[in-house]
């Protein structure tokens, strides 16, 4: 079974310092690999995916994240964090799940979330 | 923009009352999602529909959850009767053709039984 663990279930970080949430994954086949941001009061917001192309991805708001499949890691980092990267963040994986019927289809499993705070 | 929209989005109810809550997904996505999150649980996925048709809803308790399509723009996430451990924020999302795509999430309903 495909699954994900993310490290730390709180980041606390100085505004202007690095950034970094851990994801491990542990998965049978090559994975597609997500990470999603979670603001107050909202719904998950895609910042980055990997689906097989280059290791090193980039996604939005400055974000990027490497697939390292040796660790079977697929961590989030920003040189530099602002005010306003103050979430929860949630990493995903993609497996191919089937119903009782046999048709397949791709099914999200989300970490635990890990909810980062900016101070000044 | 396109977005995925869901009404209410916050919802106060007794326990043994029936819920609605809607979902109206991007036009033009085919998959839809319904997910529960909660402190202690974090995100479940409890139905998952393609074309409108049901293809996994094994994470819903089937006594009291039913979820459907009507139509291509409105899925529905019913709760009869609602219970208050049923109190979560409840998130619908919407994809292209398939759960390998990016999932756009509507801002979800809160809901809360008391």
């Known amino acids: 079974a495909q699954s994900v663990t993310q490290l730390g279930s709180h980041v606390s970080v100085s505004e202007g310092a690095l950034v970094l949430l851990r994801c491990n994954y542990s998965?049978?086949?090559?994975?597609?690999l997500f990470w999603y941001v979670q603001y107050p009061n909202q719904g998950l917001q895609l910042l980055l995916k990997?689906?097989?192309?280059?290791?090193l991805v980039k996604g939005i708001n400055g974000f990027e994240a490497e697939f390292k499949k040796s660790e079977t890691s697929f961590h989030l980092t920003k040189p530099s964090a602002h005010m306003s990267d103050a979430a929860e963040y949630f990493c995903a994986v993609s497996r191919t799940a089937a119903n009782a019927g046999g048709t397949s289809y791709g099914k999200l499993t989300f970490g635990q979330g890990t909810i980062l705070t900016v101070h000044p | 923009d396109a977005r995925v929209t869901q009404t209410p989005r916050d919802k106060v109810t007794e326990m043994g009352q029936e819920v609605t809550m809607r979902c109206q997904p991007i036009l033009g996505h085919n998959t839809v999602f319904w997910y529960r999150q909660t402190m202690m649980q974090g995100l479940e996925l409890l139905a998952y529909?393609?074309?409108?048709?049901?293809?996994?809803d094994s994470g819903m308790p089937k006594d009291r959850f039913s979820a459907e399509m009507p139509d291509a723009t409105l899925a529905t996430l019913k709760i009869q009767p609602s219970e208050p451990r049923d109190s979560a924020v409840y998130f619908c999302?919407?994809?292209?053709?398939?759960?390998?795509?990016?999932?756009?999430f509507g801002p979800g309903t809160r809901l809360t039984v008391l």
């Open positions: 990997y689906t097989s192309a280059a290791t």
């Open positions: 998965s049978s086949v090559p994975p597609y």
């Open positions: 529909f393609r074309n409108r048709a049901p293809l996994d």
């Open positions: 999302a919407s994809s292209l053709s398939s759960g390998y795509n990016e999932q756009f």
